[in-house]
């Protein structure tokens, strides 16, 4: 009997269109001779040539692909999807570099920024000309983010940003952070330029996940910014939260290709390495293993088309994405680890992708929403009541 991919067991690309096809085909292809090849010597070292990253993606649309207009390319959620499929396929990393541009730091200025600030950051953006990096999450203040430090007072016509911010994607080589901070009104955020005077970033080293990508900690020292930085349609806390659920939508596959990618090293491995006279892909406790993860995978992967075409339709609700981002980011790590048995020794080699994906799911598993948070924000879809900070 011929052996099928793990994706290709209930002819899931039926579920496609040709577009469709065509975008995961033209993101794999980038990834397969851009970063493949090298990711692996990527992580060892700690380093990842952003810009160059940036560039070839925006040549091919995959920066900001599902927002419309300023040189992004309108891709529908599921096209966008499957890109950030492949595109962790080969490292989450490589994935949380375009998702942060495009849907963290592109989509806060698309969405709530003013005509003039779309007009200055988002098409050199969509390009990979400018990069963009968006200041949320503090030293102190993660899941809670409503009790930021960060403050933001005017002073005349312009505003003054005191404060810092921690595990911040793409902000040692930023040209452009979405900061945001607590002011009088409520929460506020603005388009800040990397070179304005009292705004530092500093590379955070010592990563033992996520090493193929650019972390920072942001000082904010009395930035000074003039009214115009402000993003004038975001009011309070809901408008980062909506970008956060924005990028949460990208993890949702993404998960799924680091996923993939380990389950298919792992199939490869077990169909070709012998013990006791046979492969041990030809044991049952190792068949087993294949059918169990393979099962994972196919249903986050249902899950994943199904959160996409009603995203491409009526839109999602918060705790759809939560759904999503719950499920396949904890079935994904699963099967990173389970995956690693089955190559025994060699399944710590970095010649191997599995315990690097295993890694940097650890993160991915954080990121955007922990795993509790992602649980009560889907309790209090199911109950009604607020149970945080209960």
């Given at each position: 009997?011929?052996?099928?991919?793990?994706?290709?067991?209930?002819?899931?690309?039926?579920?496609?269109?040709?577009?469709?096809?065509?975008?995961?085909?033209?993101?794999?292809?980038?990834?397969?001779?851009?970063?493949?090849?090298?990711?692996?010597?990527?992580?060892?070292?700690?380093?990842?040539?952003?810009?160059?990253?940036?560039?070839?993606?925006?040549?091919?649309?995959?920066?900001?692909?599902?927002?419309?207009?300023?040189?992004?390319?309108?891709?529908?959620?599921?096209?966008y999807g499957l890109a950030c499929l492949e595109l962790e396929a080969a490292d989450s990393g490589v994935r949380s570099l375009v998702s942060v541009q495009g849907s963290l730091a592109m989509y806060a200025i698309w969405k709530y920024g003013s005509e003039e600030q779309k007009q200055r950051w988002l098409p050199g953006m969509a390009a990979g000309e400018l990069i963009g990096c968006f200041g949320l999450t503090e030293p102190d203040h993660g899941s809670d983010p409503g009790n930021m430090a960060t403050r933001a007072r005017r002073d005349g016509d312009d505003w003054i940003l005191t404060g810092g911010k921690m595990w911040i994607t793409n902000a040692p080589v930023a040209d452009v952070a979405v900061i945001w901070a607590r002011a009088?009104?409520?929460?506020?955020?603005?388009?800040?330029?990397?070179?304005?005077?009292?705004?530092?970033?500093?590379?955070?080293?010592?990563?033992?996940?996520?090493?193929?990508?650019?972390?920072?900690?942001?000082?904010?020292?009395?930035?000074?910014?003039?009214?115009?930085?402000?993003?004038?349609?975001?009011?309070?806390?809901?408008?980062?939260?909506?970008?956060?659920?924005?990028?949460?939508?990208?993890?949702?596959?993404?998960?799924?290709?680091?996923?993939?990618?380990?389950?298919?090293?792992?199939?490869?491995?077990?169909?070709?390495?012998?013990?006791?006279?046979?492969?041990?892909?030809?044991?049952?406790?190792?068949?087993?293993?294949?059918?169990?993860?393979?099962?994972?995978?196919?249903?986050?992967?249902?899950?994943?088309?199904?959160?996409?075409?009603?995203?491409?339709?009526?839109?999602?609700?918060?705790?759809?994405?939560?759904?999503?981002?719950?499920?396949?980011?904890?079935?994904?790590?699963?099967?990173?680890?389970?995956?690693?048995?089955?190559?025994?020794?060699?399944?710590?080699?970095?010649?191997?992708?599995?315990?690097?994906?295993?890694?940097?799911?650890?993160?991915?598993?954080?990121?955007?929403?922990?795993?509790?948070?992602?649980?009560?924000?889907?309790?209090?879809?199911?109950?009604?009541?607020?149970?945080?900070?209960?």
């Open positions: 009997m011929a052996a099928v991919s793990p994706l290709d067991l209930l002819d899931l690309d039926d579920l496609l269109s040709e577009e469709e096809r065509e975008v995961r085909a033209l993101a794999r292809r980038v990834v397969d001779d851009r970063v493949r090849p090298y990711v692996a010597d990527w992580y060892e070292r700690g380093e990842v040539p952003v810009r160059e990253l940036a560039l070839e993606f925006g040549k091919l649309g995959l920066l900001g692909m599902h927002l419309t207009g300023y040189g992004c390319a309108g891709a529908s959620a599921v096209a009088e009104e409520g929460v506020v955020g603005f388009a800040v330029p990397t070179a304005t005077e009292g705004f530092a970033a500093r590379e955070v080293r010592l990563k033992l996940s996520l090493r193929a990508s650019a972390t920072g900690e942001i000082t904010l020292d009395d930035v000074r910014v003039p009214e115009s930085a402000r993003l004038p349609e975001a009011r309070g806390l809901r408008a980062p939260l909506s970008c956060l659920t924005e990028a949460r939508f990208g993890i949702i596959w993404g998960a799924l290709g680091a996923a993939r990618d380990c389950l298919d090293a792992a199939i490869a491995y077990a169909t070709s390495r012998e013990q006791f006279g046979r492969p041990i892909a030809g044991f049952q406790l190792t068949q087993a293993k294949l059918a169990d993860m393979a099962l994972e995978l196919q249903k986050g992967y249902l899950l994943a088309v199904h959160l996409g075409r009603r995203a491409d339709s009526v839109g999602l609700r918060p705790e759809q994405v939560s759904v999503g981002k719950l499920n396949n980011v904890r079935e994904a790590i699963k099967i990173a680890r389970e995956c690693r048995t089955i190559l025994g020794a060699n399944g710590i080699s970095g010649e191997y992708p599995v315990l690097r994906h295993a890694n940097n799911l650890e993160s991915v598993l954080t990121y955007e929403g922990t795993s509790e948070i992602h649980q009560l924000v889907i309790g209090q879809g199911l109950t009604g009541l607020n149970a945080f900070g209960g």
